[in-house]
């Protein structure tokens, strides 16, 4: 017998985690589906982890309202999901005099957005705030609502908030096709059977062009990923602590210079579009613009002390914006087409899509509000996840507490980043489980250190391998096919 | 579970650096001697080091590193070297307070007279070159697959790239040989090896393992796992040489590209660096910026040859020894003074030996309970009697007193602690 749902999620990174999030609090059966292996593996895994203001979007776009909507919410969100979220504010730097008018221009942007505490600063008064900036600066533009984030822990925490209040996640799950009624959408087929639902949401991402195409819907839509290359400096060497931008251009916000929840300077990203959804590699034409972008902020930077590199795709589509008079062809879309009936559409949610998640969310409630739906709020709705201990985070005190009630704490795994085998042991055992090396990595922090790993994997695997009852030969980086391990050494007889 | 909290000597690691320090800590005279070694046996990196090309320096023979570790690791236990395994110091602070953690031990506080850092070396990754491309499985530095094959027993590739010509990296490409797998080639960027020349001819040259120089990774392909690897020739200022491009077709890329003195300990007890080396700066006992913190070995600086590293940890060891002794030395200048025999509390608590000179010393005290009657009050070092009293009475109202003469001085620097009584008489 087929399941059925009343909401079906196809996507499980920011956006669609936080949907789900947000049903759960409602009668009904909510079910996300992703296909990869663990949640956070498309966008949401690679960005710049900010919560942007609301001054970049042009005004009037449905990206604005978004934005500045989504901003708001994030204490609240924080608050009940207990991750990672700090409202430092963030600056638009100006280098000489020819970038100070665009300072004004995002000013006007900010009102005209609804944007509250922003204030243009002086180039002293900037370089005071931030000491190893540029002595060139001219001026800078002052977001005290911008935020930073880890957008691993909120989309976790959401998806384990929203299993926490009855709703469903599949990983490895991946949708093929609509099962049809006429022209209502009563289910999907996906690659591990087929699920019947009243609604279907799609908050694919990447591959949300896909997804309302085979709807019938939009069929001139197309994502085009545009990626963004980012160096992580060790946090030990490089401590810049504040999020800077450059004055934004044609091709974008531009490099940043930002610091992250978890202390480490990073770098990033460029703006390159390209056509394959899959390819998140760092090139060198890339690192060289970002190396040139985030010098021209800071001119201190050096390269030896860069741990990490990696690369994202951020979904920009072309869709045009529906507010008369506003030319803007990379707007998101957050509909209930009318062509089909059973279907929210979500596309191009690209940045400033993780400061709008929550904003987004709401809007597909009220949509749905809109379309009939009763929307009843369950009784036994708990908006609280609770936080699991972060061993890294901790005083020597609360370590030695917490080690004294679990031992499995005080076993530390990964030397560079304090992590112990109780947390990695609690992850694969949480309510949305770790499964995979990066599940374990995104989650905990394990091997994002200097080392990369290099101590920790051999470890992890034999940790995965045992909790999960399985050969060390099964574990995988990032889910099938990504193997660390391919077969026993020869035997020797002794 | 530990004897005591605080060591004349504690070790961190228990690699070549850290074994020889424990030995020459103890055969110079520390009495209390601890390593501590995060992994679940003593020996460190050697134990995973089962080529042979040890101990031609000091044994002058040639052993496998576990071979060579034993005899460490025999002389330790021999010498009373006490030993926490599966255990990781947290944090030391420059006063040599350490915070150490373990599943078995749990969660404690150690203190040091001296301490040897001897954490050693991690090695370079692919970050740290930058090498363009996607982010599969199958990336490893030469070490961490050195464990994985020599440790753990498996297989972490079968077609393998290897960039860099660090020893590591050259051992393991016979290592992997043997164990059936095809190393397709060894890059390295540099006009020469960077790593020994017997490792080229015994690992390389014997196997037929093309070694190219002036070679590096262009760009890793593989969404999942490594499916193949571009190299590109460079000129002498490393930049692409372009048309020179291969795409080898393997499921391992190999990084043997350096390695770099582990500190990040050190930098916290506030133990100064040297950018040249990575490493503390260090006088020739190897003690640090910071008094009482030694570090030998690759900590220091990266040696090409672990018997280097014994003979560092040898010198560390010793001085972190003698500085142990002088502290427990000066801090028995103290001498408790102790309240006995219905005396509540005396001060002062303690007499520093120094001040045992001309100015006679005055011991008050109350005692616990009164006696109505004549008392003798008596100082003794818990054997013989130092100095002592008549009171006509002893109430806990009234504060006592006993002075100490210089002439009762001689027998009050020789006891480890004195007493204060009060007896009825």
């Known amino acids: 017998m087929q399941e059925k749902y009343d909401y079906i999620i196809i996507g499980g990174g920011v956006v669609g985690c936080i949907i789900a999030r947000t049903l759960s609090r409602y009668e009904g059966r909510v079910l996300l589906i992703e296909k990869e292996a663990d949640l956070c593996m498309g966008t949401t895994a690679a960005n710049t982890a900010i919560v942007h203001a609301g001054y970049d979007p ?32 963030d600056f638009v730097v100006a280098v000489g005099e020819e970038e100070l008018p665009a300072l004004d221009t995002l000013m006007l942007q900010a009102k005209k957005n609804g944007v509250p505490g922003c204030v243009i600063l002086p180039g002293p008064e900037v370089r005071r705030r931030e000491k190893n900036i540029t002595p060139d600066v001219s001026g800078a533009l002052w977001a005290s609502t911008g935020g930073i984030c880890d957008p691993f822990a909120v989309t976790v925490a959401a998806a384990e908030n929203a299993v926490m209040n009855g709703a469903e996640v599949k990983l490895n799950t991946e949708f093929k096709e609509f099962i049809m009624e006429g022209d209502r959408i009563i289910g999907i087929k996906t690659n591990k059977g087929d699920f019947l639902s009243r609604w279907v949401i799609n908050a694919a991402g990447l591959f949300s062009d896909f997804v309302m195409h085979q709807a019938g819907v939009r069929p001139e839509f197309k994502i085009r990923p545009r990626k963004g290359e980012y160096f992580v400096f060790d946090r030990a060497d490089v401590e810049i602590d504040n999020v800077l931008f450059p004055v934004p251009s044609d091709k974008g916000k531009g490099v940043l210079v930002t610091t992250t929840v978890h202390g480490n300077t990073i770098l990033g990203p460029n703006a390159e579009i390209i056509d394959d959804k899959e390819n998140s590699s760092t090139t060198i034409s890339g690192m060289e613009e970002i190396w040139a972008g985030a010098n021209k902020l800071i001119p201190s930077l050096s390269k030896k002390y860069v ?7 951020r979904p920009m589509g072309n869709a045009p914006c529906k507010t ?17 009936r059973g279907f929210v559409n979500l596309g191009g949610i690209e940045s400033p899509g993780l400061a709008s998640s929550p904003a987004i969310a709401k809007e597909v409630v009220d949509l749905l509000k809109d379309a009939g739906e009763e929307m009843k709020v369950k009784k036994d709705y708990d908006p609280i996840r609770p936080a699991r201990p972060r061993f890294r985070e901790m005083s020597q005190k609360d370590r030695k507490l917490l080690v004294d009630m679990d031992p499995r704490y005080g076993r530390v795994i990964c030397r560079c980043e304090n992590v112990t085998e109780g947390e990695i042991i609690a992850e694969i055992h949480a309510p949305i489980p770790a499964i995979t090396y990066d599940a374990i990595k995104r989650r905990t922090w394990l091997g994002t250190g200097r080392c990369q790993g290099g101590f920790d994997t051999p470890r992890v695997v034999d940790i995965l391998a045992r909790e999960l009852g399985v050969s060390p030969l099964e574990i995988t980086k990032r889910g099938e096919g990504s193997e660390f391990l391919f077969r026993p050494t020869k035997k020797v007889e002794n | 579970m530990l004897k005591k909290d605080t060591y004349d000597v504690v070790i961190i690691g228990s690699g070549p650096g850290g074994l020889a320090a424990a030995v020459a800590a103890k055969k110079a005279g520390a009495e209390d001697v601890l390593v501590i070694e995060r992994d679940t046996e003593l020996g460190g990196i050697l134990l995973q080091c089962i080529h042979n090309g040890f101990g031609a320096e000091i044994f002058k023979e ?48 150690i203190n040091a007279r001296a301490l040897v850092l001897a954490m050693g070396c991690r090695e370079r990754t692919r970050a740290m070159i930058q090498i363009p491309g996607m982010r599969p499985a199958g990336v490893y530095t030469a070490g961490t697959a050195q464990r994985f094959v020599n440790i753990e027993g498996k297989m972490p590739g079968e077609k393998v790239v290897i960039l860099g010509s660090g020893d590591i990296g050259m051992i393991m490409a016979r290592r992997l040989t043997f164990e059936g797998a095809k190393v397709e080639r060894v890059l390295e960027i540099l006009p020469f090896l960077s790593g020994l020349n017997r490792n080229y001819v015994q690992c390389l040259q014997d196997f037929d393992i093309p070694l190219l120089f002036k070679h590096t990774v262009k760009f890793i392909h593989g969404k999942n796992r490594v499916e193949a690897v571009e190299t590109v020739a460079v000129d002498d200022k490393w930049n692409h040489i372009p048309g020179s491009e291969e795409y080898i077709p393997c499921d391992t890329l190999l990084l043997s590209v350096g390695l770099i003195p582990e500190n990040e300990l050190s930098r916290q007890a506030g133990v100064e660096l040297d950018p040249l080396t990575g490493g503390p700066y260090v006088d020739e006992s190897r003690q640090t910026n910071v008094p009482g913190i030694f570090a030998a070995g690759n900590v220091v600086h990266v040696y090409d040859l672990a018997d280097w590293v014994t003979l560092a940890g040898y010198e560390a060891g010793k001085g972190a020894a003698k500085f142990a002794m002088a502290l ?6 103290h001498i408790p003074v102790l309240a006995g025999n219905n005396v509540h509390h005396v001060v002062p608590q303690t007499i520093n030996k120094r001040s045992l000179e001309d100015e006679e010393i005055e011991l008050q005290f109350r005692v616990r309970m009164p006696v109505e009657d004549r008392v003798m009050i008596e100082v003794h070092d818990g054997k ?42």
Do not use: C
């Open chain 1, 58 to 89: 042009l005004p009037n776009t449905l990206k604005a309202r978004m934005n500045v909507a989504g901003n708001a919410m994030w204490d609240a969100l924080a608050g009940e999901l207990n991750f990672a979220f700090e409202r430092r504010g």
């Open chain 1, 307 to 313: 741990i990490a590199t990696f690369a994202g795709l």
């Open chain 1, 324 to 340: 008369p008079g506003v030319n803007y062809n990379a707007d998101y879309i957050i509909e209930i087409p009318e062509e089909v």
């Open chain 2, 62 to 109: 040639d052993l496998p590193g576990p071979s060579y570790a034993q005899r460490y690791i025999d002389e330790s236990i021999e010498l009373g070297v006490e030993t926490l395994l599966d255990t990781i110091v947290l944090e030391v602070t420059p006063g040599r307070k350490l915070y150490v953690s373990s599943r078995q031990h749990g969660f404690f506080e």
């Open chain 2, 328 to 333: 427990r030395a000066s801090e028995e200048v």
């Open chain 2, 384 to 425: 013989n009697q130092i100095a002592r009293r008549l009171a006509r009475y002893a109430r806990p109202g009234e504060m006592n007193t006993i002075t100490l003469k210089p002439k009762n001085f001689a027998d009050v620097e020789k006891a480890s602690s004195i007493t204060v009584d009060v007896h009825p008489r």
